[in-house]
């Protein structure tokens, strides 16, 4: 199978309709020998942060000497993104070879139970295979929706993070955050230790209960953990940074870090993954103060206020939901110095575009709202209906490159334009400007 076969193959699984389920996924693993009990796992969902809380802590285990294995989802632009291990993106190779096997166990399994698997059911099964080959110590596994039903949730997880709970995923988790709160709790199991960001009582208490009920642990931010403090960090001709000192579990302090990360929702970020990695790895006596440092230090995360450009300076978020928009606009106003902001959004049909739209009308000089490719995102047009509805100053170009370069005029040479909405957005806008880089360095060469 060559990798562009694999592709079209995983591709092949869009489905919709399909019922939460794990019988699925449980009778694929088990046919492939239950691939996922090779290795230790540590679980990450919430409504918010868990790319970055999952890629620092699999960064920070890594340096402490583990092998480790990370699944994360959505991709940005390629299918490989979603399973590194010590940092290192799978082969095309070693996708399409994975694939190629895990294809055959799919085409079984579908046939045995009368139904279709999933495309994110069989990029995990490949992720759990592939991981098994490379013999990592422990796969740290974002989720990818809520937990009880997620297709992770076949491994018996060591260490659970649940970094906050919040309205997101109405249709399929429910409407209330308790709702969502106890579909997520479904991924905490016996001898596990739950570690959480949480601080609604009310969210706390469906966690406690959970963790009573299957015989887990649990460790909150603010009692058992906490973010002593947080100070921006400018330097000319660097990106913004922020100094942080997290007091981890057992007082364990971490003092000074230079975290290249923006906003203290990041800084929160880190200490839920430091609290998480120690958990893993102090038992196994191989927790490294110099390793967690290091780790921090390096710390990145595609599509989180990530740096395109600069002059005008151009970032973009992959923040899709109020909660995730309210934090990127307390990062804006708090960690940038611009005369003008402009920003470029696209968003999603399943999410509160209206509430968006007001947060970043809110901040902005200019929104200019737009499309990406996406199959589900909502048409310019209405977009700007909506800003209408609320008397945003707005301008409508549905032609992504267009609308990019109108807000780039709009903000001018001295301002900041913010590209987000969806992750899918995040891609468009990284394609874009590495479309526009190669270009005029063709230009240069000549």
């Known amino acids: 199978m060559k990798y562009s076969e694999a592709v079209d193959f995983l591709d092949g699984k869009i489905v919709l309709g399909v019922k939460p389920s794990l019988d699925r996924i449980r009778a694929l693993c088990g046919l ?55 940092g290192r993106m799978i082969s095309t190779h070693a996708f399409a070879e994975t694939m190629e096997e895990v294809a055959g166990y799919v085409k079984r399994a579908e046939k045995e ?77 016996e001898g596990c230790v739950l570690v959480t960001a949480e601080a609604r009582r009310e969210i706390l208490m469906i966690m406690a209960e959970r963790c009573e009920e299957v015989g887990a642990e649990m460790r909150v931010f603010g009692r058992d953990f906490r973010l002593d403090f947080h100070i921006p960090y ?35 970020n880190a200490a839920c993954a430091v609290a998480a990695a120690q ?77 968006i739209l007001r947060l970043l009308g809110a901040v902005a000089d200019e929104v200019v709202v737009t499309e990406n490719r996406s199959a589900r995102c909502i048409p310019s047009s209405k977009l700007a209906a909506l800003c209408r509805m609320d008397g945003i100053r707005h301008r409508e170009e549905p032609d992504f490159g267009v609308a990019v370069r109108a807000a780039m005029n709009a903000a001018g040479r001295d301002g900041m334009v913010c590209i987000t909405g969806s992750l899918f957005t995040v891609s468009e806008a990284r394609i874009y400007f590495r479309y526009q880089k190669a270009s005029r360095e063709m230009r240069q060469d000549r």
Request: aromatic share 6%.
């Open 32 to 86: 492939m020998g239950n691939p996922q009990n090779s290795f230790d796992a540590v679980q990450v969902t919430g409504t918010n942060g868990k790319p970055s809380v999952g890629n620092m802590t699999a960064a920070i285990l890594a340096e402490c000497g583990f092998k480790v294995g990370l699944f994360t989802s959505p991709h940005l632009e390629t299918v490989r993104e979603r399973m590194t291990v010590n």
């Open 113 to 189: 139970a009368g139904e279709q698997l999933t495309y994110f059911e069989v990029v995990t099964a490949v992720a759990y295979r592939y991981f098994e080959r490379e013999g990592i110590d422990v796969a740290v596994l974002e989720v990818g929706m809520g937990g009880r039903w997620d297709a992770t949730n076949v491994v018996d997880c060591d260490v659970a993070v649940i970094t906050n709970v919040d309205i997101d995923h109405v249709n399929e988790l429910g409407r209330t955050r308790e709702k969502i709160a106890s579909e997520k709790v479904g991924m905490i199991n």
């Open 234 to 268: 400018r330097v000319a001709g660097e990106a913004p940074s922020q100094i942080i000192t997290v007091s981890g579990l057992e007082g364990h302090e971490f003092r000074e870090i230079k975290l290249p990360m923006f906003g203290k929702h990041q800084a929160v």
């Open 279 to 355: 958990v893993y790895a102090e038992p196994r006596e191989k927790a490294s103060e110099e390793g967690f440092r290091r780790a921090l230090e390096s710390a990145s995360v595609p599509g989180r206020l990530e740096i395109l450009r600069e002059r005008p300076l151009v970032v973009t978020d992959g923040a899709h939901n109020v909660l995730g928009v309210e934090k990127l606009v307390t990062s804006l106003t708090s960690e940038f110095d611009f005369e003008r902001l402009a920003v470029v959004v696209a968003i999603l049909s399943d999410k509160d575009a209206r509430g």
